[in-house]
């Protein structure tokens, strides 16, 4: 079927037709004419097999003809920027397509101008707790990597997020994407779908297992290999020979570094990528040079990288965008680089099929992981056929990974919602927004879920009744004549948090003094269970005891008395030592080398940091307002990561925390100095230059060179608005696990 012979305007047609869309794949021609008629359709095919086209096509078909939004779900952000760029290829039709993954707080008016909003689950759901007026106008969701609703912290949000919208809007239309999962027609039959499944790729795919020098594709394909001093370098080195390009996958992200730096020095050998300043610059740390920048520079000057939650975000796509360019050769990546992101190599070598989780040690990897990770596996008008090998250390392991892996289908896509600790949060959620009115109320809800549909419900108003109490004891809500939310409670699901750190933060507010450290402070929000701790090493012991030592008397959350729970508490205390050391100017180079962390881990902690702190300064309002006056100028602080005689300067567009170091030591110190100082003068410090120099007397109000100044009437030192685009870091984090 050509998309020509879809119902769709010949100006849809035409865009379709420019961006190379002519001959739709089975899938897209099964799943399309139902989609444009209306209905609603869960497509559940193989990675690559197209299937985003779907969600576009059908928004198209939403904002042109239809003239109603479409908001456009995703389980992370660098997903949400793929599928925006993707989106704004058509925009030239006449709609305006945003991207929104941050700040919790705000139901985001600006909104109300788009015709397509890419979010996330989490930024979705924080859109309805704030009733934005514009959702009303919602005429189509698509909810891509649907099957992602198996995963314990982001499935409930989503899960709970399309069962509002179905109850609020019940000519919704919805179009829900997955990978092939074994329980799709149940996600179709809970969504009122058409459900089109098939196991069609553009690419065929070809899953071995490798072992002894032969790669078992089946019983009637075996390919001998000459393996050499190192296997995998061997399947690398054969795939890049042939012209193609290749993804390793391994379950450390040390694995993932060293082994990108071991091969490194021979992948230079058959390709020399020329990089500019510039993107060296993006690599080794924009704001401030990290050795893992260094290092991951160096790879890249020989084709190869690394991709893990370490790097910043910047890094990270840098990464995938010459990937997709052909200049980088092979990624050694973590398992996260699989979820969603179109990243396709002609050979996908899975080294580990287990990983370390804590009090549990090695376990498996789900064979759901694992199909997305060899779903990654041959490039579109490049390969006739993608190879996925996964590494076999032993003939057991060898018959293993071909029984459990190769032949076995994906695991069923389970409800996580059921959990109690998940479910408080959405309680509050529904009282607040007067969804529910009553625990008869919330139950009734809860039977209108994906976990409603799976299950009996055996239970669950024991489970309700018990969140509802604890709510109302903690006064979050009232049970009079029917539920309520307090206006603590209201502000606390405005806020977006679980009401555990909320009930933290209200404590700590009330125990603050004047002479409370900011260490104490810092910890009391790293104590929340919103904030992802950091695995107290060996190494931090003595850092860790000498905090405690220093500060006693002062914590606003006690030590424990449980010798299980010292961990957690050493584990917060290490963030919170993390993010003082990141207010005090500490270089990241610093930071890393003694946490033994990357410069992702100081970006992830600080945005979410930013985030409790600023619900733990709101919340002073209705507890104790003057203690805003502390926990307000500490915000601005993490956010920037600056001493406090900075603030003036961090205020600026295209000042961070390095150049307001540079501005503040040269002797330009607030803006007042900015407009005084000549503009050459300004240029000529380090990493500055002419160009931001000019920027920085435009934004104090000067136009034209240092002997012209002409005033501009214009608002100064305000943040630039969330326009959709991503600004590099500034927003705040949608949540914990945003790789």
């Known amino acids: 079927m050509r998309t020509d012979e879809l119902d769709l305007p010949d100006d849809i047609a035409d865009a379709l037709r420019a961006e190379g869309y002519t001959e739709l794949y089975p899938p897209q021609a099964d799943a399309l004419p139902r989609a444009l008629d209306g209905r609603n359709v869960v497509v559940a095919v193989p990675t690559a097999s197209g299937k985003s086209l779907v969600g576009y096509v059908t928004a198209l078909k939403t904002v042109l003809i239809e003239r109603r939004k479409v908001l456009y779900i995703v389980p992370l952000k660098a997903l949400a920027a793929e599928k925006r760029d993707d989106l704004e290829k058509f925009s030239h039709l006449g709609f305006k397509v945003v991207m929104s993954t941050g700040d919790l707080d705000s139901e985001d008016k600006w909104m109300s101008t788009a015709d397509i909003v890419v979010a996330t689950s989490e930024k979705a759901d924080s859109l309805l707790r704030h009733r934005s007026q514009w959702m009303s106008d919602v005429g189509l969701v698509v909810a891509d990597e649907i099957h992602l609703m198996h995963d314990p912290t982001r499935g409930p949000t989503l899960e709970v997020a399309l069962t509002k919208m179905m109850r609020r809007n019940a000519g919704m239309q919805i179009i829900a994407l997955s990978a092939t999962i074994s329980n799709s027609r149940d ?13 069609w790729r553009p690419i065929p795919l070809k899953e071995g297992v490798y072992f002894n020098d032969e790669i078992t594709f089946d019983e009637f394909d075996v390919v001998t290999m000459d393996g050499g001093k190192d296997e995998i370098w061997s399947l690398i080195k054969d795939t890049v020979d042939d012209g193609g390009q290749c993804l390793l996958f391994v379950n450390t992200r040390r694995s993932a570094e060293s082994l990108a730096v071991n091969y490194s020095k021979n992948m230079g050998k058959l390709t020399s990528p020329d990089l500019s300043e510039d993107e060296i610059s993006i690599l080794e740390g924009e704001s401030e040079t990290t050795s893992l920048g260094k290092k991951l520079a160096s790879c890249a000057k020989c084709g190869m990288a690394f991709h893990n939650a370490g790097l910043t975000y910047q890094q990270r796509r840098f990464v995938e965008d010459e990937f997709r360019n052909g200049r980088i050769k092979c990624i050694v990546a973590t398992p996260t680089l699989a979820a969603g992101i179109n990243l396709p190599a002609r050979r996908v070598i899975v080294r580990d099929t287990k990983r370390y989780e804590s009090n549990m040690g090695y376990t498996p990897i789900s064979v759901m992981e694992v199909k997305q990770m060899c779903g990654r596996a041959g490039r579109p008008r490049y390969d006739t056929h993608g190879e996925a090998i996964i590494i076999a250390k032993t003939e057991y392991d060898k018959r293993h990974i071909i029984k459990d892996y190769l032949s076995a289908e994906s695991e069923d896509v389970i409800s996580k919602l059921g959990n109690e600790a998940t479910l408080r949060s959405h309680i509050l959620g529904l009282i607040a927004t007067e969804d529910a009115s009553s625990e008869s109320d919330i139950v009734d809800f809860l039977r ?19 969140a509802v109490a604890h709510l109302v004891s903690e006064g979050m809500a009232e049970n009079d004549e029917g539920l309520t939310a307090t206006p603590f409670g209201k502000r606390v699901s405005d806020l977006y948090i679980d009401p555990e750190s909320a009930i933290i933060l209200r404590d700590s507010i009330r125990r603050m003094k004047d002479t409370t450290p900011d260490l104490a402070i810092l910890h009391a929000v790293a104590s929340t269970p919103d904030i992802l701790g950091l695995y107290p090493k060996k190494s931090d012991s003595d850092t860790l005891k000498e905090l405690i030592d220093d500060h006693e008397g002062y914590f606003l959350v006690d030590e424990p008395d449980d010798v299980s729970e010292y961990s957690y508490f050493l584990s917060d205390l290490k963030v919170a030592y993390l993010l003082l050391n990141w207010i005090n100017e500490v270089d990241e180079e610093t930071i890393t080398n003694v946490l033994a962390i990357g410069p992702g881990d100081i970006r992830a902690r600080v945005d979410t940091m930013e985030w409790i702190l600023h619900a733990m300064n709101e919340l002073s309002v209705i507890f104790r307002p003057e203690c805003s006056k502390r926990l307000r100028p500490l915000l601005t602080r993490v956010r920037y990561g600056i001493k406090s005689e900075l603030t003036d300067l961090v205020s600026f567009k295209g000042i961070g925390r390095s150049r307001a170091r540079t501005l503040y030591n040269a002797g330009i110190q607030k803006r007042q100095d900015i407009a005084d100082a000549d503009v050459n003068n300004i240029a000529s410090l380090p990493r500055i230059g002419m160009s931001l120099a000019k920027s920085l007397k435009e934004q104090v109000g000067y136009s034209g060179d240092s ?26 984090q949608t949540d914990l696990l945003d790789f």
């Open 187 to 199: 996600m179709a039959e809970w969504l009122n779908a058409d459900l089109v499944t098939s196991g």
């Open 707 to 732: 002997g012209g100044r002409i005033w501009k009437d214009r608002m100064s030192g305000d943040r630039k608005e969330n326009d959709g685009k991503d600004n590099g870091g500034a927003e705040r």
């Open 448 to 466: 209108s879920t994906f976990f409603g549909h799976q299950s009996e419900l055996y239970g669950v108003e024991d489970v309700v009744e018990r």
